[in-house]
């Protein structure tokens, strides 16, 4: 029962970037019938899931935003690799 709230509320945050839990929970109880406090549990299970990050705005309203997946990558460790890859590469005998 939660994980289809769980995905609803994820397609909603999907549709527009970034949005208030307010406008969010105005979306969702007009289609559905949720609780506030049930409505609070299920951005606290998806921001510990990594899926969302929730972050203060105001005193009462909070900001919703959908975690890119993107990873930074590290020059430093992507020439370790290569280098450990070449080191590797390099320690076959030749097979003539």
């Known amino acids: 029962m939660t994980t289809k709230y769980k995905s609803l509320v994820l397609e ?3 549709e527009s970037t970034a949005i208030t ?3 969010l929970y105005k ?3 007009s289609e559905y019938v949720i609780s506030e406090g049930f ?3 299920i951005l606290l299970d998806l921001e510990i899931m990594g899926l969302i990050t929730v ?3 105001t005193k009462d309203t909070r900001r919703i935003e959908i975690v890119s997946n993107q990873e930074e990558e590290d020059e430093i460790e992507n020439s ?3 280098m450990i890859e ?3 590469e390099s320690s076959f005998p030749n097979g003539k």
């Open 39 to 41: 409505f609070n549990q």
């Open 55 to 57: 972050s203060w705005i």
């Open 86 to 88: 070449k080191d590797y």
């Open 12 to 14: 909603k945050i999907k």
């Open 27 to 29: 979306k969702l109880t």
């Open 80 to 82: 370790n690799k290569k």
């Open 21 to 23: 839990d307010k406008v």
